[in-house]
């Protein structure tokens, strides 16, 4: 009996040590690194996350955190009027100076010119934030999928019930 036992025991314990645990945690959410470089102004968006507001004249400029800048025409107070909206991924600031909006896109500085025309980027100052934009780690401590820089940058993290989750912070 004692030599079953003996045996047995390992066979028992390496099936729980192999064993995959569900976990909830944060999985990647990956982008194009060119796609998310690109500005664009589109139509005017629902508010979801907003961040931090800027005035210039009759306009107002307000951060989606993450995801652009709102144009909202306030020539009438009482009735403001959204216009556009400019989309920089990773945006978390904004100025106006002139005919110039100045913002981070991830972590590069952007200068953009903005007209009711449309949009220029007229210049791009690359890494000028270090530590403004960091999705390397997800929002809370916890388990999480480690990132796969084959599947592109991460742009962005899923709270999710994990399978395998390697990593925690």
Known sequence: ????????????????????????????????TLQMKTIAVTTAQPY????????????LFQVENGKGIHVTDISNPSSPQKTAFIKVAGCQEVTVKDDMIYANNLNDLVVINYTSQGI???????????????????????????????????IGWEKKLLTGANCSY
């Open 48 to 59: 979801e996350g907003g961040g931090k507001i800027f005035v210039k004249g009759n306009t």
């Open 1 to 32: 009996m004692k030599k079953i036992m003996f045996v047995m025991l390992p066979v028992l314990l390496a099936s729980c040590w192999n064993k995959q645990v569900e976990v909830m945690g944060y999985a990647p959410i990956y982008g194009d």
């Open 120 to 154: 220029s980027l007229v210049k791009r100052l690359p890494a000028t934030f270090k530590n403004l934009y960091n999705s390397s780690r997800p929002p809370e401590r916890g388990k999480f999928q480690c990132p796969d820089k084959t599947k592109g940058i991460v």
